[in-house]
C-alpha cells in the first residue's frame, strides 16, 4: 500500500484494502448481524477500484472519496439466481452509498446512505 501522496486523486489510505461486513442496518430497520462464515467483503485498491463480494456475487466499481463523500461508479454486478436476502441488501446498500467514516487506527469502516448504513471490520 502507498502512501496517501502516491494514492490517485481521490483515493484515502484509510479505506484502503480488504473490509468484511460485520453488520447492515436499512433505514429504519435494526442493524443485522453477519456471521463471520458468511464472507461478504469488499476490497478498496490503490488504483481506485473497489471489488466486493457476497457469496458468489460479485460487485465491481470505480470508487472516489472526498471528505467523508464516497462517490462509486458501478461497472458490473453478478448477482446468482436465488441469491440469499441478506447478499441483496448488501449489494444494493453498497451501490447507493454515498458517505464514508473510518475509526483512527482504520479497524472498521462505515459506508451510509439515506437508505442505510453497512459497517465493516479488517
Avoid: C, H
Avoid at 484509510?14 to 436499512?26: A, I, N, V
Avoid at 442493524?31 to 457476497?54: C, E, I, K, Y
Avoid at 487506527?105 to 479488517?122: I, P
Wanted: charged share 25%; proline share 6%.
Amino acid at each position: 500500500m502507498g502512501r496517501t501522496s502516491d494514492l490517485p486523486v481521490g483515493v484515502a489510505s484509510k479505506l484502503l484494502g480488504p473490509w468484511e461486513l460485520e453488520s447492515l442496518q436499512e433505514r429504519g430497520g435494526p442493524p443485522v448481524l453477519v456471521s463471520d462464515s458468511a464472507r461478504v467483503t469488499a476490497d478498496f485498491r490503490p488504483d481506485g477500484r473497489l471489488q466486493a463480494r457476497a457469496g458468489y456475487n460479485q460487485y465491481n466499481a470505480i470508487y472516489r472519496v472526498d471528505d467523508g463523500a464516497l462517490t462509486l461508479a458501478t461497472r458490473s454486478t453478478l448477482m446468482s439466481r436465488g441469491a440469499p436476502p441478506l447478499d441483496l441488501k448488501y449489494i444494493t446498500l453498497l451501490e447507493i452509498a454515498t458517505r464514508w467514516r473510518s475509526t483512527v487506527e482504520g479497524a472498521s469502516l462505515e459506508l451510509r446512505s439515506d437508505a442505510g448504513t453497512l459497517r465493516f471490520r479488517r
